[in-house]
C-alpha cells in the first residue's frame, strides 16, 4: 500500500507540479461530463456505468474520445470514428465495426495504428493509413473502458467493467494475460514505456501498478476517497497525477518512492481527464 509523505521531488519538480494541477484543474471545468448510466439498454447488458453484480457507482463512460496523430485527428462519438487532418482540419474518412457506443481510444507511436474500445465488449484494431479494420480483440465479458499502448513491449492493454486488464499483442492481436486485482470496473490507464509498466486506476478506489512483462501487480496506491478516473505520467519529473470522480480533487504521486507528494481539491465538476 502506498505511505503519505513529502516524496523526493525536487522544488523545481514541485513548483511544476503545482502548476500542471492548476492547469489540470481549470481544463477539467471546460470538459463534458461523463455519463454516469448506461446509454442504452445494449449498454447497459455490457456494464456501461456499472461495477461487478450491477453495483451502480458512477463511472467514466466517455460518450466521446480522441486523440491526435502527427497528421491524423481520431474523434470518437458514438458507435464511429471520425478522422480529420489535422493541419486543416478537413474530413477524411468514419471508421464504423463497432456495435456499441466507443469508449476510449489509443495509438501507437506512429501513425499508423489505432485502437479503440466500446461497450460492445471488444477492442478494435484499425489501419488509420488505410482508413480500414484490421483486427477484433474479444475477451471482456463487459465494456471496455480504456486503454494504453506499451510500445516497448508491442502490447496494447485493455481496462474494462469486468474489472480486469487484458494485455494482447500488437501484432498478432492474440491474448497475453489477463490481469487481475482490482475489485470493482477499471477506469483508466497509463503507460510508463520506459519502465515497461503500467498504472491503472478503479472505481473501487485505489491505483496499481503492474509489470507489464509479467503483469504483476507490484503495488496498490491508496489514498483516494471516491472512484478514481484520470491518470497522467509526467515522464521528467517522475511523478504521477491521479483524479478523482466526485471531489474535483488532483493527487500527485512520487514514481520512485510511490509516495503521495501532495493532494489538491478544487471545486465541482468531477475530474475524468488528466494530460501532460
Not at 471496455?144 to 502490447?155: I, K, N, P
Not at 512483462?213 to 491508496?222: D, F, H, I, K, P
Request: aromatic share 4%.
Amino acid at each position: 500500500s502506498s505511505r503519505r509523505g513529502s516524496g523526493a521531488a525536487s522544488p523545481g519538480a514541485g513548483r511544476r507540479a503545482s502548476q500542471r494541477v492548476s492547469e489540470s484543474l481549470a481544463l477539467a471545468d471546460q470538459l463534458p461530463g461523463p455519463l454516469g448510466a448506461p446509454t442504452s439498454q445494449g449498454d447497459a447488458k455490457a456494464g456501461a456505468g456499472w461495477g461487478p453484480e450491477g453495483d451502480p457507482r458512477p463511472v467514466d463512460a466517455r460518450p466521446t474520445c480522441s486523440v491526435v496523430g502527427g497528421r491524423v485527428i481520431c474523434r470518437a462519438s458514438g458507435t464511429g470514428i471520425k478522422l480529420s487532418n489535422s493541419a486543416t482540419g478537413e474530413r477524411m474518412k468514419v471508421l464504423e465495426g463497432h456495435t456499441g457506443t466507443i469508449t476510449c481510444l489509443a495509438k501507437d507511436a506512429g501513425d499508423g495504428t489505432l485502437y479503440s474500445g466500446a461497450v460492445d465488449c471488444t477492442v478494435r484494431k484499425w489501419d488509420v493509413l488505410a482508413c480500414a479494420l484490421s483486427g477484433t480483440l474479444e475477451g471482456h465479458t463487459k465494456m471496455v473502458t480504456c486503454l494504453a499502448v506499451c510500445d516497448r513491449e508491442g502490447v496494447v492493454l485493455s481496462g474494462s467493467a469486468d474489472c480486469t486488464i487484458k494485455k494482447w499483442d500488437g501484432k498478432t492481436d492474440e491474448l497475453l494475460a489477463t490481469f487481475t486485482g482490482h475489485k470493482l470496473i477499471v477506469t483508466c490507464l497509463v503507460v510508463h514505456d520506459e519502465e515497461a509498466v503500467a498504472y491503472s486506476g478503479s472505481a473501487d478506489m485505489t491505483i496499481r501498478l503492474w509489470n507489464i512483462q509479467t503483469g504483476a501487480c507490484m503495488t496498490s496506491l491508496s489514498g483516494h476517497e471516491l472512484p478514481v478516473t484520470a491518470l497522467s505520467i509526467d515522464v521528467q519529473d517522475k511523478l504521477l497525477y491521479s483524479g478523482e470522480w466526485g471531489e474535483h480533487t488532483v493527487m500527485v504521486w512520487n514514481l520512485k518512492t510511490r509516495e503521495l507528494v501532495k493532494a489538491e481539491h478544487g471545486p465541482p465538476p468531477r475530474i475524468t481527464y488528466l494530460a501532460m
